[in-house]
């Protein structure tokens, strides 16, 4: 498996595939469906940086990472594209036997299109997501540990997309 060098802020880098949007240039901007994909296993607590792929109206891969203001950014190949989220209202559980410690969160939230750059410029969107994270630490003098001996973390945004 190659190793590949990310940005610390949300997950596994990934890559891949060329623009394709249907429809004549300059023709009027019609909302068609979008589904962006966002997968990570850092097991950094702090801003992971996601692999995200998008598939719908247009086609298209890089990474995705999560800015202060609670916003995410989605790096793709042809441009960026920065979502506005809700705050989600995550539900938990927590797992432990004698050696680990299992600890999920699942929420859903609204986002929508906040803007765009390159082929995405004047981008406009929204829709729902559902964001699923587990993470597994070793029991250390019987409590949880603090660092993340494995951790996987899957967002599913679907909505629509406008591009001009």
Known sequence: MRKRNIIPAAGAAAAVASIAITGPAGATATAKNERFTLITTSTVA?????????????IDGGIATH??????????????????????????????????CMQTASSRFSYTI???????????????????????EQVVHGNCSTNFA???GVITLTGTVSLP
């Open 67 to 100: 800015e202060p203001k609670g916003e995410l950014t989605l790096h793709l190949t042809s441009g960026t594209i920065t979502l506005g989220r809700k705050k989600p209202h995550p539900q938990g559980t927590k797992t432990e036997t004698a050696t680990a």
């Open 46 to 58: 702090t801003k992971p940086v996601y692999s995200v792929i998008a598939t719908g109206a247009f």
């Open 150 to 152: 494995a951790a996987q």
């Open 114 to 136: 906040a803007g765009g750059t390159g082929t995405y410029k004047g981008i406009s969107g929204s829709g729902r997501a559902t964001e699923h994270d587990a993470f597994i």
